[in-house]
């Protein structure tokens, strides 16, 4: 018996398993709800793995009623979408009772429908997050590590949402 087809099935072997990227480090994203402006929006922090980049921008909590309200807090697992206008989005997976759940870029309440919208500042008297774009890119950047992808590497996105333990209702 010769080992050179063993050999050479051993090397193909090899050299399908070197295309395999490396699992990179996950992306955890957390959102820390900090005031629930009456019925028009609530303003949070966004931590991308454990950094404060921005805020968050989400509808009023309303008993997790489709298209009207934020989403329950928790924990979420995500994975990205190509689809939209943008070509790349987080979608949450498995929100109790809804369905689609992104974050993406806007400025102010109208353009969410039970969605997370980040920024890099907010005015909560209008509930207008500004630098919507620039915080998406650093989103973006954070899941690639890095400015320029070549590729989407192998790993798993965390979307933890919760309230601060003195989180603000104001009228």
């Known amino acids: 018996m010769t080992l050179k087809p063993l050999l050479n099935a051993l090397a193909l072997i090899l050299c399908a398993f070197a295309e ?3 699992r990179a480090e996950d992306l955890n994203v957390r959102i820390v709800r900090l005031l629930q402006k ?13 950094q404060r980049v921005g805020y ?11 298209s ?11 994975h990205l979408r190509y689809d939209k206008d943008d070509h790349w989005r987080i979608q949450l997976n498995d929100v109790q009772g809804r369905s689609g759940v992104q974050i993406h870029i806007g400025n102010v309440p109208r353009e969410i429908k039970g969605c997370v919208l980040v920024g890099k500042t907010w005015d909560q008297q209008t509930c207008f997050i500004g630098g919507s774009a620039i915080a998406y890119t650093e989103l973006k950047k954070a ?9 989407t590497p192998m790993k798993s ?3 933890l949402i919760e309230l601060a333990p003195n989180i603000r209702s104001e009228p």
């Open 56 to 66: 968050t921008l989400e509808l009023p909590w309303k008993w997790n009623e489709q």
């Open 143 to 151: 899941f690639y590590r890095g400015e320029n992808p070549v590729n």
């Open 20 to 22: 395999i990227p490396a």
């Open 38 to 50: 009456g019925g028009a929006c609530t303003i949070g922090e966004l931590w991308i793995d454990g």
């Open 157 to 159: 996105i965390t979307v």
């Open 68 to 78: 009207v309200s934020a989403i329950p807090a928790g924990s979420y697992s995500g």
